[in-house]
């Protein structure tokens, strides 16, 4: 009677590679060219043995770059590779996986299309398994191009471990995948709603972000028992390109096969559509004033966690800007990538460059923000509980509005927040660092209004404002220093932007013209709302 439960598990899992069909691509290319476009940059920058001995002593002197990157452990060009990219690439790994399973499981159960998927031959266990399967194609794929990509240039640098270097941080990268896949798949029964697994597992995921960063701040070798807890530490200490170690990866595997023995577990144990976690009901009258007080009580929480995500980061950013200095000596093309980006000479510019850098960062990281919270609307217009608010004495447009005055606010307050951070943790300047991330919300807001357009013009492929924030995260990050033309570089509208803090002047011109640019597209899209059929 077993194999009946996994019946369909076919037909589910060629149905979900077929809806993830543009999407899952577009994750898989994007966390493998984060890692293959690293050999070139640290190769152009740090061309000696003694270039990269030095950067790598320095490094692992500053406990604010190993709370961020962790602790290096070798200097051939393939070490710095993986402790360069392997955290980050971890990370995007399992965001990439918790969205698929999730996607696939509780988002079906909630829509409705579990319910009739099940009315055909479908096993109990089907539709978990199915979930599984895509996250472990796409978490394989990011793996096979990685150690591909990586052994076919011999990012080992001369310094040994070439093929057996790309091997580790590629299966390194997929297990991180797997197992926070495994994670959200026992958050989609632990919740009745697909956000609230979502945020469940993302929790999960920065918890292990907090818990390596904390233990490799205090510990120069990884060694901190913090570090050893968390998945991305694991990550960490398989120590690609530097004496592998491939025992860790059976911390991976005896981690994944628990939690999914869970997740089978409490799939058995309960009815579709419900949940373990009891929701609470609502108050027996309503207390929300209107549109704009329901929007803000549905997107408090997130904007809650991701304005205090954006004041820590801005202050380890802010303790990373003393040592950019150090960090830079006198490497004259890290240098030259530091002007490219906005500074000057001199130890002071060399400061301001990276405040006005980490400044940018905050404002591309922003834009994930914005997009999220705009697309909201969709997904309340997806699960049809946009209906009954519109039923009433309620406007499109002021319904959308509500949502939107979220986005476009909430941006502007964690970049608030971020550059506070950014100032206490360098320890003054705080009126040129918020001045700085707050510089950046334009192109912020830009970003939100595109993302908004596809929502009014063509909701069903809305989904393509991630792909906008996405092209403009890559060119921010890591286009300087690949030194990609000017041309290309400026398809992005943080190009326009004036750097601040440092000896760029501040010019209004671009601001203006990117915050009109916006409120064209907002109106826009409002317009194209009110004229267009609401999903049935």
Do not use: C
Not at 509 to 518: G, K, M
Request: net charge positive; glycine share 16%.
């Amino acid at each position: 009677m077993k194999h009946r439960q996994l019946a369909g598990t076919g037909a589910l899992l060629r149905l979900a590679l077929r809806r993830d069909r543009l999407m899952m691509p577009v994750w898989i290319l994007g966390v493998a060219a984060l890692v293959l476009s690293l050999p070139a940059s640290l190769e152009s920058v740090y061309a000696t043995p003694a270039e990269r001995a030095r950067v790598l002593a320095t490094m692992n002197a500053n406990g604010s770059l190993r709370a961020l990157y962790g602790p290096a452990f070798g200097d051939s060009i393939g070490a710095l590779t993986a402790w360069r990219g392997g955290v980050f690439a971890g990370l995007l790994a399992g965001v990439m996986s918790l969205i698929v399973v999730i996607r696939h499981t509780r988002e079906e159960e909630e829509t409705g299309r579990q319910e009739l998927l099940s009315a055909a031959m479908v096993g109990r266990r089907a539709p978990l398994t199915a979930a599984l399967l895509a996250a472990l194609v796409a978490n394989a794929l990011v793996a096979l191009l990685v150690t591909s990509g990586l052994a076919g240039r011999g990012a080992g640098g001369g310094s040994g471990g070439g093929a057996g270097g790309a091997l580790a941080l590629g299966l390194g990268i997929g297990a991180t995948g797997m197992l926070f896949a495994s994670a959200a798949a026992v958050t989609a029964q632990l919740t009745e709603s697909a956000r609230s697994a979502k945020g469940l597992a993302g929790a999960l995921l920065g918890a292990a972000f907090v818990l390596r960063a904390a233990g490799d701040a205090g510990s120069a070798d990884g060694a901190s028992v913090l570090t050893w807890i968390s998945p991305l530490g694991w990550l960490e200490h398989v120590r690609a390109f530097a004496a592998e170690r491939w025992w860790v990866l059976a911390l991976f595997a005896v981690a994944f096969a628990v939690q999914t023995a869970a997740a089978y577990a409490l799939a058995g144990r309960r009815d579709l559509g419900m949940s373990f976690l009891a929701v609470r009901p609502g108050p027996a009258e309503g207390r929300l004033g209107g549109a704009g007080a329901l929007a803000w009580r549905l997107q408090r929480g997130g904007l809650l966690g991701w304005s205090l995500g954006f004041l820590a980061a801005g202050a380890v950013f802010g303790g990373m800007a003393d040592g950019a200095t150090e960090l830079v000596g006198d490497n004259a093309k890290t240098r030259e990538i530091i002007e490219r980006m906005g500074g000057a000479g001199g130890p002071a510019g060399l400061t301001d460059a990276f405040l006005a850098t980490m400044a940018g960062m905050l404002g591309l990281v922003a834009a994930l923000f914005i997009v999220s919270a705009v697309l909201r609307l969709g997904a309340e217009e997806s699960g049809q509980r946009a209906e009954p608010v519109l039923a009433h004495s309620v406007g499109r447009l002021r319904w959308a509005a509500g949502h939107l005055a979220v986005a476009f606010g909430g941006s502007a307050l964690i970049l608030l927040l971020g550059g506070l951070g950014l100032g206490l943790g360098h320890g003054g300047a705080l009126g040129q660092t918020v001045g700085g991330t707050l510089a950046q919300l334009p192109a912020v807001w830009v970003i939100g209004a595109v993302a908004a357009l596809l929502y009014g013009v063509v909701p069903g492929h809305a989904s393509a404002g991630w792909a906008v924030a996405g092209a403009a995260l890559t060119l921010g990050w890591i286009g300087p220093a690949l030194n990609l033309p000017r041309t290309v570089l400026d398809l992005s509208p943080f190009a326009r932007l004036p750097r601040i803090p440092g000896s760029e002047p501040l010019t209004w011109a671009p601001l203006l013209i990117l915050t009109a640019l916006a409120a064209a597209l907002v109106a826009a899209a409002l317009a194209a709302l009110r004229r267009r059929d609401l999903a049935a």
